[in-house]
């Protein structure tokens, strides 16, 4: 295992300090932890604020980075173990972002001593759709998101980005996804966007130990509420809790009411 000076290099890590609970946030596709900005202030007063940016995104340590390795999600959810353990102050609460979330189940499915809750906004077990699942999208719009993501950046770009931003009419929203997006590294992008989009992560939902907050929002093209309503059916100890919004970044579009729940459901713990 590497050393906690190379874990938090490798992974950029930010921490707020003190003897407060820990929050961990963890970013999803095609963002890094600036992401988490107006959802964060919302926390630090009563606990210790932890991000990161996943191997290839932000400001973490490219050179570490491997198409090898990255192909699959359960390399970001080793460095998000990694992560969590270098911090010496288990269990934490995990805020995860769509494939963070993700990635941040997996984690804890392998590690449930480091975490004591999840907080999970617009989760996907799987985005593709097959008999008796909706996951929202069919394969051939996958690979042609996929092979638009080889030939033209700012293409593809421009095509994800309304639909993340969704129907919340903030063009400020729009123009910062897709300059994000058009900044990733290309080949990270695109291996981080075959991990993401392919993935089929139903199988760890039955073997969740540690309780779940699922966070959807009532019209997400990217994850939308029958994805939210399966996770909470299959996840022993989750709770399933609807934004009346649009889009897929809750944290961004309404951090107010976002910081809301999730104040409300630790409460509850």
């Not at 400020?172 to 590294?185: A, F, K, S």
């Not at 039955?206 to 309503?229: K, Y």
């Amino acid at each position: 295992m590497a050393s906690v000076d190379q874990i938090r290099s490798r992974n950029n890590v930010t921490d707020t300090g003190g003897d407060a609970p820990v929050m961990v946030f963890s970013h999803g596709f095609g963002c890094d932890q600036t992401i988490w900005r107006l959802l964060v202030p919302s926390f630090v007063p009563d606990w210790r604020v932890v991000a990161f940016d996943h191997v290839g995104s932000g400001r973490s340590q490219l050179a570490a980075y491997s198409t090898e390795r990255y192909q699959q999600l359960e390399a970001y959810a080793e460095d998000l173990a990694e992560v969590v353990e270098s911090l010496a102050c288990a269990p934490v609460v995990l805020v995860g972002h769509s494939v963070g979330a993700m990635i941040g189940l997996m984690a804890a499915n392998e590690r449930p001593e480091l975490f004591s809750r999840l907080v999970m906004l617009g989760p996907s077990a799987r985005y593709l759709n097959e008999e008796g699942y909706a996951g929202g999208f069919e394969r051939d719009a996958i690979d042609g998101l996929l092979d638009l993501m080889q030939r033209n950046q700012a293409g593809w770009a421009g095509v994800l980005a309304p639909t993340v931003v969704g129907d919340v009419l903030r063009g400020d929203l729009t123009r910062e996804m897709t300059e994000r997006l058009c900044g990733l590294d290309p080949t990270v992008a695109r291996d981080f966007a075959r991990a993401t989009f392919l993935s089929d992560c139903r199988a760890e939902l039955p073997r969740t130990r540690v309780p779940a907050l699922i966070v959807q929002l009532r019209r997400d093209a990217i994850a939308p509420c029958s994805v939210g309503e399966y996770m909470q059916r299959h996840m022993p100890g989750s709770t399933l809790r609807v934004l009346e919004f649009g889009g897929h970044c809750p944290h961004l579009s309404h951090p107010a009411e976002t910081a809301a729940l999730i104040r409300e459901y630790l409460a509850t713990c």
